[in-house]
């Protein structure tokens, strides 16, 4: 009888699973799906990728305010990131990651206490600066959905633009909820299929209705042990450039330790 009832539980779960699955599969459009996998061809060749180190010089800009100085660039696979930017203003961290496939964040300046990120700001990805670890390399997941928008002018250039969300906890209906906290847009580059830029928002500590529009502008990559790195990206922030990096050296596959993504 126990054995019955563990063999129903097993055909339940991998008729649960199935289902969602199949949901997101119909859920997603075919060239979304096909232009996503082009451009991790393109950043990848093929090659596994578990994690980055950049290191880069960078200007930080905020209002009439500029920083110089330098910084560091981590991430691990999809859900663990660290910024350092040791500015002349004073350092600053900040980091996420996900702990039983909660994503998280936390950020501290000038070597003071951290500060935990609001987590409807965590759902969005967190290698925001190295495209091959981003939702562009989900589309086997049955919890990310993928949307073709259009080709367009992006930036001054053609590009096709794709849309990736992942389905959150409690929101397989609607998906409202979902694609509002954690939408990815990618602008792809219509011949090589790397990414120019890609744009989500960031939401009032508060108020996750409030939007902040995000975007990162990429450019100048080079080939580091076989992928695609970006050596020059930007953050904006409604549309102004607050943080300008300069790479200087990249690393991929290094076995980047889980505890650098925490902080006390």
Known sequence: MHRLAVMALLLLSAICALAQVTQSTSLSDPLAVSLAQKSVAALTAGLPVSDVTLSANVISILGSDSETGTGTFEAKGIAASRVDLNLNGGPRTDVRNAANGVPAGAWEKNVGASTSDAQHNCWTDAAWFFPALSSLAQTASPNFVFKYIAQEQHGGVTVQHIR?????????????????????????????????????????????????????????????????????????????????????????????????????
């Open 164 to 264: 990736a969300f992942q389905i959150l906890p409690g929101d397989t209906s609607s998906l409202q909820l979902s694609q509002h906290l954690s939408a990815m847009d990618f602008y792809l580059d219509p011949a090589s299929y790397l990414p120019l830029a890609v744009a989500f928002q960031i939401h009032a500590d508060t108020d996750m209705n409030t939007d902040v529009a995000i975007e990162v502008r990429l450019a100048a990559y080079q080939v580091v042990s076989g992928f695609q790195v970006p050596f020059h990206f930007q953050r904006m922030l409604n549309g102004g450039v607050v943080l300008d990096v300069t790479v200087t050296n990249a690393a991929v596959n290094t076995g980047l330790a889980d505890s650098l993504f925490t902080l006390p």
